[in-house]
T-cell receptor, first 115, second 110 residues
Framework: NAGVTQTPKFQVLKTGQSMTLQCAQDMNHEYMSWYRQDPGMGLRLIHYSVGAGITDQGEVPNGYNVSRSTTEDFPLRLLSAAPSQTSVYFC??????????????FGPGTRLLVL | GQQVMQIPQYQHVQEGEDFTTYCNSS?????IQWYKQRPGGHPVFLIQ?????EVKKQKRLTFQFGEAKKNSSLHITATQTTDVGTYFCAGMNRDDKIIFGKGTRLHILP
């Protein structure tokens, strides 16, 4: 199993550009989520999904969209990038539908710089 | 909103010394998980605690969940250079939301 994969590893954007961060898992996990990690801020939940076709907002959802058309994939879209979105983005997945008490497996991360 | 506070933010210890990081929640948690993130890496799950007063050990690491399920600690005995990294706690509240602490960055002095 590849586990949780993320692409790209690094990305530089100009303000106003759009892009999609890809996340895929091959463990048949129902629960997937996106976090951003900023220095001194820990991990903050952006959006999460408890299964295909179901998504919900986390702590910091503004400026990001998600969709979950398949169990395996959970892309994160930035419609109009802003410098405040410069961060490291982690995708995570876990087995249970609700993620309650389940181990979260993290992807390697995407480092995004918005100029 | 609910917060999970983690202290200290940074800790420098001599190799061989012990290390402890503490996690405190403003509300009761359903469970708490601990993760380790190496520099430049991604968080890796270490353990989960569910029961009040629970204590679990993994070799030199000891994890504890408070009686009121509002606090937790991670203690490392006789630190080694491989222990370098940031340790995060993540609490599950009664709304099934996972909230991460800001982490404790451990640096080992040789």
């Amino acid at each position: 199993n590849a586990g949780v994969t993320q692409t790209p590893k690094f990305q530089v954007l100009k303000t106003g550009q759009s892009m999609t961060l890809q996340c895929a898992q091959d463990m048949n996990h129902e629960y997937m989520s996106w976090y951003r990690q900023d220095p001194g801020m820990g991990l903050r939940l952006i959006h999460y999904s408890v299964g295909a076709g179901i998504t919900d907002q986390g702590e910091v959802p503004n400026g990001y969209n998600v969709s979950r058309s398949t169990t395996e994939d959970f892309p994160l879209r930035l419609l109009s990038a802003a410098p405040s979105q410069t961060s490291v983005y982690f995708c995570a997945s876990s087995y249970s539908e609700t993620g309650v008490g389940e181990t979260q497996y993290f992807g390697p991360g995407t480092r995004l710089l918005v100029l | 909103g609910q917060q999970v506070m983690q202290i200290p933010q940074y800790q420098h210890v001599q190799e061989g010394e012990d290390f402890t990081t503490y996690c405190n929640s403003s509300t009761t948690l359903s469970n708490i998980q601990w993760y380790k993130q190496r520099p430049g890496g991604h968080p890796v799950f270490l353990i989960q605690l569910v029961k009040s007063g629970e204590v679990k050990k993994q070799k030199r690491l000891t994890f504890q969940f408070g009686e009121a399920k509002k606090n937790s600690s991670l203690h490392i005995t006789a630190t080694q250079t491989t222990d370098v990294g940031t340790y995060f706690c993540a609490g599950m509240n009664r709304d099934d939301k996972i909230i991460f602490g800001k982490g404790t960055r451990l640096h080992i002095l040789p």
